[in-house]
């Protein structure tokens, strides 16, 4: 149980172009997703959180603008990243929350994205 | 703010003990966690401490001290598939469930 799924796994995009992360729980129930990104050798650094039904709540310094997330329901969140440039080529991953859970967040395998 | 600190490298052989440890400065706290992340892959659920002490779990054992702001992840009976980066993160807000990762420490099994 606990799986969470993210789609696609690798992507390459050309620059000034956007590109959609999906995240879903397939077992659970996620009213709480969060967007992680990992540069190279770095840890791991939260982006936003995704709450089914409402606007995110971003980090500072990541621009809402750019970094466009949506929790339409309560198994799956999209992260769009407009306007691609060479420099948000990263690896982004997901966790999500199940909702009658203490505390465990249960982590996608990840998106690798290279804008070229 | 968040500050969380680990080592970034350590060696070991197969068959020993490794402890990593983590020492954190935070705005609030709810929780200590232990990730195991493989290179390209998304981390893994290893442990969780929110009380003082030891929790273990098989060959992995996770230890808190709240008051000091240290943890410590070790390692035992070490396996060439250990060979990860263990990340520490600390969940510092009430009800948010946010997490703070630290940079991760990259472990190392030789045979």
């Known amino acids: 149980g606990a799986v969470v799924s993210q789609h696609p796994s690798r992507v390459i995009c050309k620059s000034g172009t956007s590109v959609k992360i999906e995240c879903r729980s397939l077992?659970?129930?996620?009213?709480?997703m969060f967007w992680y990104r990992q540069f190279p050798k770095q840890s791991l650094m939260l982006m936003a959180t995704s709450n089914e039904g409402s606007k995110a709540t971003y980090e500072q310094g990541v621009e809402k603008d750019k970094f466009l997330i949506n929790h339409a329901s309560l198994t799956l969140s999209t992260l769009t990243v407009t306007s691609a440039h060479p420099e948000d080529s990263s690896f982004y991953i997901c966790?999500?929350?199940?909702?009658?859970?203490?505390?465990?967040?249960?982590f996608g395998p990840g998106t690798r994205l290279t804008v070229t | 703010g968040q500050n969380i600190d680990q080592p970034t490298e350590m060696t070991a052989t197969e068959g020993a003990i490794v402890q990593i440890n983590c020492t954190y400065q935070t705005s609030g706290f709810n929780g200590l966690f232990w990730y195991q992340q493989h290179a390209g892959e998304a981390p893994t659920f290893l442990s969780y401490n929110v009380l003082d002490g030891l929790e273990e779990k098989g060959r992995f054992s996770s230890f808190l001290s709240r008051s000091k702001g240290y943890s410590y992840l070790l390692l035992k009976e070490l396996q060439m598939k250990d060979s990860a980066s263990y990340l520490c993160?600390?969940?510092?807000?009430?009800?948010?469930?946010?997490?703070?990762f630290g940079a991760g420490t990259t472990v190392t099994v030789r045979a």
């Open positions: 993160a600390v969940s510092g807000g009430y009800n948010d469930y946010k997490l703070s």
């Open positions: 966790s999500a929350r199940d909702a009658g859970a203490a505390y465990e967040q249960y």
């Open positions: 077992d659970f129930q996620a009213t709480t």
